[in-house]
């Protein structure tokens, strides 16, 4: 199974591959779109040019956010999440008195994955978000 690893869908076919800044993604056809093809002869290496200042995966999570906020209007529709989804998770957490570790455990989901979200950095998959909303008695 190949997964696009811009909106996660499993690639049917041919993956295509394209570049986002200096990161090199493997995305489905509906993605390509986002970014600037390459040849899939190319294999897609790590970066580290910038001397330690980011890893790659650092990079490759940048040029999700830059593409996301290209698509953030497509995207928020499309997931019916409000833009500061962050934010109202974050609020309803701290009302509960819950603090992020309890919350993570609470959800069965790591911390990490918990901050992220608050921060807005990634976006809740449909389960984490629907454990989110029971848990903290909220609709996202
Ligand atoms: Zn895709």
Known sequence: MTECEICGATIVGK??????G?????VCRACARYGTS????????ARTQLGGFTSEQEQLARAKQRLYEQMDHELAEEL?????????????RERVGLKQAELAQ???EKESLLRKI????I????????KLERV?????
């Open 106 to 108: 609470r959800i069965n």
């Open 15 to 20: 993956a295509q591959f394209i570049t986002i």
């Open 123 to 130: 976006m809740p998959t449909d389960e984490v978000r629907a």
């Open 38 to 45: 390459v040849s899939e002869s190319q294999p897609a290496k």
């Open 118 to 121: 608050e921060h807005e950095e």
């Open 22 to 26: 200096s990161s090199q993604l493997r």
């Open 136 to 140: 903290l008695k909220i609709s996202l």
């Open 80 to 92: 019916e999440i409000p833009e500061d989804f962050g934010r109202r998770i974050k609020e309803a």
